[in-house]
């Protein structure tokens, strides 16, 4: 299908038109922004308290000085706000695909790879606003960040929730029926937040398992978490920003195949094939 004919105005007003409506839906779906923060919040708030004099952080980067474990595990939790944003995002798809509103989006004029792009950026901006809410909160319950820190860890947000997101997309594309969400998400979120450096220091979870850290080094969330935590602190973590990157070209580039009906998954997932 040729798009020449597509003036900047159109590709505008579609990229507008699907933020807006996941805007929309996002608005009148109220629980899936108090569902995005409790997570966070109760690890915050209840078991970070627990821990706060259990387990401390020695001077490491991007701090330097001690810090207090609920300053630690702040980075980690936004990214918790992203990844479970991005999975929303997958089940968005998919439900999209069951009642056939998604088959209607993608039969428009535009290109596919922009629609699944622009479907990619708006729920990132969503995710965005909902970190953004969580770190006030965290201001208010007593943990100060750097006040510049709060704009430069926009871009790592911004490419680590792509990342998170483009990863959700490619699973919608293997998810056959809405049903299977729920054990798609117990297999891919908890193992991929519980295995990272969110909640622990990687260099504790040497002493404890070197084995654990070998995993963890291989998660891409450790290194979205550690881009946000370095750029919280005015700092810019190269190896993490090159495989956050890197991660997130894959994971689109994924999704623009699987979602392509001349060679993608989802081509079989219509036909009933196992997924």
Not at 75 to 94: E, I, K, R, T
Not at 144 to 170: E, T
Request: positive net charge; hydrophobic residues 55%; charged residues 10%.
């Amino acid at each position: 299908m040729q798009h020449i004919g597509i003036s900047a105005a159109g590709w505008l007003r579609c990229l507008a038109g699907i933020v807006r409506r996941e805007a929309l839906r996002f608005i009148h779906q109220r629980g899936r922004f108090f569902s995005a923060l409790v997570r966070p919040l109760v690890w915050l708030a209840i078991f970070a308290a627990g821990f706060r004099f259990v387990l401390g952080v020695s001077i490491s980067p991007p701090y330097d000085t001690y810090v207090l474990y609920e300053v630690y595990i702040v980075p980690g939790l936004a990214g918790m706000v992203l990844l479970f944003q991005g999975m929303q995002s997958s089940l968005s798809m998919v439900y999209d695909r069951e009642v056939g509103s998604m088959r209607v989006l993608l039969t428009s004029p535009m290109p596919r790879w922009f629609l699944l792009i622009c479907k990619l950026l708006s729920s990132t901006l969503l995710s965005l606003a909902q970190v953004y809410v969580f770190l006030l909160i965290a201001w208010l319950y007593g943990i100060k960040l750097p006040p510049m820190g709060y704009l430069q860890v926009l871009p790592a947000l911004l490419i680590s929730g792509m990342m998170l997101g483009g990863l959700g997309l490619l699973l919608s594309s293997m998810i056959k029926q809405l049903e299977n969400f729920a054990g798609v998400m117990n297999f891919i979120i908890f193992p991929m937040f519980f295995t990272s450096s969110a909640l622990y220091p990687l260099w504790k979870v040497e002493e404890a398992s070197p084995i654990l850290r070998d995993i963890c080094g291989f998660n891409p969330f450790t290194y979205a978490v550690e881009l946000v935590r370095f750029a919280l602190y005015g700092q810019f973590e190269s190896m993490s920003a090159l495989v956050v990157t890197a991660c997130t070209i894959v994971f689109v580039a994924g999704a623009i195949i699987a979602y392509d009906p001349s060679k993608g998954i989802i081509t079989r997932v219509r036909a009933g094939a196992p997924a």
